[in-house]
T-cell receptor, first 110, second 112 residues
Framework: TQLLEQSPQFLSIQEGENLTVYCNSS?????LQWYRQEPGEGPVLLVT?????EVKKLKRLTFQFGDARKDSSLHITAAQPGDTGLYLC??????????FGAGTRLTVKP | DAEITQSPRHKITETGRQVTLACHQT?????MFWYRQDLGHGLRLIHY???????NKGEVSDGYSVSRSNTEDLPLTLESAASSQTSVYFC???????????FGPGTRLTVL
């Protein structure tokens, strides 16, 4: 059983479309991170959210941490082919023990 | 520039053989981690270390061991490789007090 559930597992869209991916858990986290991973490479950190209700923006990417610090979403506006990759969320507990979701594999077609 | 490297990048071995995967970081981070990544499971923690001579078991530690003789290196050893250990292995490091992990490029291990 995955501690962090990510949905959808796969997403294929056309360039220019908007999308939202989700990361849900029944556990409370002290912080939550989103990573992006390209084929043949390790994950790269995009953002860390710490406060319940927090919203962070990174160019066309908007990250939100749920009020109860159990869930998060990633919204991409006007997706581009360069956004293609595996998006992973990871939740950290108070002792910094970190658990990863299985990821959402995004394909943006030109 | 500081970095984290893994070697080899690809390895094919036979069931029962001992295999060691190397991880080297120049960030001078105290905290180092080994994960395996399998389809549908995401990244699962194998072992981790918070400093020299410190090692701890993670979520899926059976059949694996690590040693930490210096700050820069955390080699992962499969004592007797099994087909279930076919996976992509990632090493990561993190500064003390920080939640940001830096990942290596991964090692793809196939056990025949």
């Amino acid at each position: 059983t995955q501690l962090l559930e990510q949905s959808p597992q796969f997403l294929s869209i056309q360039e220019g479309e908007n999308l939202t991916v989700y990361c849900n858990s029944s556990s409370v986290f002290s912080s939550l991170q989103w990573y992006r991973q390209e084929p043949g490479e390790g994950p790269v950190l995009l953002v860390t959210v710490v406060t319940g209700g927090e919203v962070k923006k990174l160019k066309r990417l908007t990250f939100q941490f749920g009020d109860a610090r159990k869930d998060s979403s990633l919204h991409i506006t006007a997706a581009q082919p360069g956004d293609t990759g595996l998006y992973l969320c990871a939740g950290a507990s108070n002792n910094n023990d970190m658990r990863f979701g299985a990821g959402t594999r995004l394909t943006v077609k030109p | 520039d500081a970095e984290i490297t893994q070697s080899p990048r690809h390895k094919i071995t036979e069931t029962g053989r001992q295999v060691t995967l190397a991880c080297h970081q120049t960030w001078n981070h105290n905290n180092m981690f080994w994960y395996r990544q399998d389809l549908g499971h995401g990244l699962r923690l194998i072992h981790y270390s918070y400093g020299v001579q410190d090692t701890n078991k993670g979520e899926v530690s059976d059949g694996y061991s690590v040693s930490r003789s210096n700050t820069e290196d955390l080699p992962l050893t499969l004592e007797s490789a099994a087909s279930s250990q076919t996976s992509v292995y990632f090493c990561a490091s993190r500064a003390g007090g920080s939640s940001e992990q830096f990942f290596g490029p991964g090692t793809r291990l196939t056990v025949l």
